[in-house]
């Protein structure tokens, strides 16, 4: 089944304590992205890959990190998270970019909450 | 960046048609996506315009005009399940998502 599975789904973690949230696709794409999910401020983007070792920042990068060393994986780093950044989590994929038309794929959401 | 504006809130009744607008400003456009996106769900795909005019599939339909920057999302024959949040994004390298427009249909 095609999908895009990210991890955890659900966490509580506190002030400083670093923190990775996973994803990973299986429809072989190229695009992947992470955006996040605030009430009244729709999806924000916060970084997105076009290929592997190719990342760049979305509308709302700062605070977080990420990688691309392999094509299905795209961990979202956060190294000192801060209560700000309590939110509802989204990793996505898309075959191409999504200027070209290309269907964008969400996984289910990770639910985060700094105490 | 990208400026992208939708209404907040719509209520219609069951049966009824409603019509979500955006207006849009961005720096590069290729195209224009719609998602449907239930409470605490993730979105999902409804349409793509990336020429001018209306594409119609089934109950919905959406409509891109890219000199005025504006696109509409036609729902019609409302069902309860379309109760939902309504994305509005101009596609490019940066996909940025409007705010939403909150539908609720009612009985």
């Known amino acids: 089944e095609a999908q895009v599975t990210q991890n955890p789904r659900y966490l509580i973690t506190v002030t400083g304590k670093k923190l990775t949230v996973t994803c990973s696709q299986n429809?072989?794409?190229?695009?992947m992205s992470w955006y996040r999910q605030d009430p009244g401020l729709g999806l924000r983007q916060i970084y997105y890959?076009?290929?592997?070792?190719?990342?760049d920042k979305g509308d709302v990068p700062e605070g977080y990190k990420v990688s691309r060393k392999e094509k299905r994986n795209f961990p979202l780093i956060l190294e000192s998270p801060s209560p700000n950044q309590t939110s509802l989590y989204f990793c996505?994929?898309?075959?191409?970019?999504?200027?070209?038309?290309?269907?964008?794929?969400f996984g289910e959401g990770s639910w985060l909450t700094v105490v | 960046g990208q400026n992208i504006d939708q209404p907040t809130e719509m209520t219609a009744t069951e049966g009824a048609i409603v019509q979500i607008n955006c207006t849009y400003q961005t720096s590069g456009f290729n195209g224009l996506f719609w998602y449907q996106q239930h409470a605490g769900e993730a979105p999902t795909f409804l349409s793509y315009n990336v020429l001018d005019g209306l594409e119609e599939k089934g109950r919905f339909s959406s409509f891109l005009s890219r000199s005025k920057g504006y696109s509409y999302l036609l729902l019609k024959e409302l069902q309860m399940k379309d109760s939902a949040s309504y994305l509005c994004?101009?596609?490019?390298?940066?996909?940025?998502f409007g705010a939403g427009t909150t539908v609720t249909v009612r009985a």
């Open positions: 429809m072989n794409h190229e695009y």
């Open positions: 890959s076009m290929n592997v070792e190719v990342t």
């Open positions: 996505a994929s898309s075959l191409g970019g999504p200027g070209a038309g290309n269907t964008i794929y």
């Open positions: 994004a101009p596609g490019e390298y940066k996909l940025s």
